[in-house]
């Protein structure tokens, strides 16, 4: 995952923040906290979760379908176009 290194701490950064809301969740439960609270938390950890592998795909494929492709190569227009599909998908 070389393409990674280079975004490794925005990365850990959010895989902080996704163990802190699995914490939170984790705290609801014990609380007995009301469900709507908990499935609420549950719901941001997962686009938490989306948001995390959303960007480890944007980085795979800059790495591994653009980045040798020129500006005018058809390939760097597909990858920018799955790039936004993925956004779309995840987000």
Do not use: W
């Not at 984790?26 to 938390?41: G, S, T």
């Not at 959303?54 to 790039?83: C, F, K, N, W, Y």
């Amino acid at each position: 995952m070389s393409h990674v290194a280079r975004e490794k701490q925005k990365l850990l950064n959010r895989l902080k923040r996704l163990r802190g809301q699995l914490e939170a969740i984790e705290r609801a439960v014990e609380a007995d906290a009301e469900c709507a609270r908990v499935l609420q938390q549950a719901t941001a950890c997962r686009g938490a979760l989306d948001g995390f592998i959303g960007e480890v795909i944007e980085d795979h494929i800059r790495e591994h379908m653009m980045d040798a492709a020129s500006p005018d190569d058809p390939r760097t227009q597909a990858g920018e176009e799955l790039v936004a599909i993925v956004h779309a998908y995840l987000t």
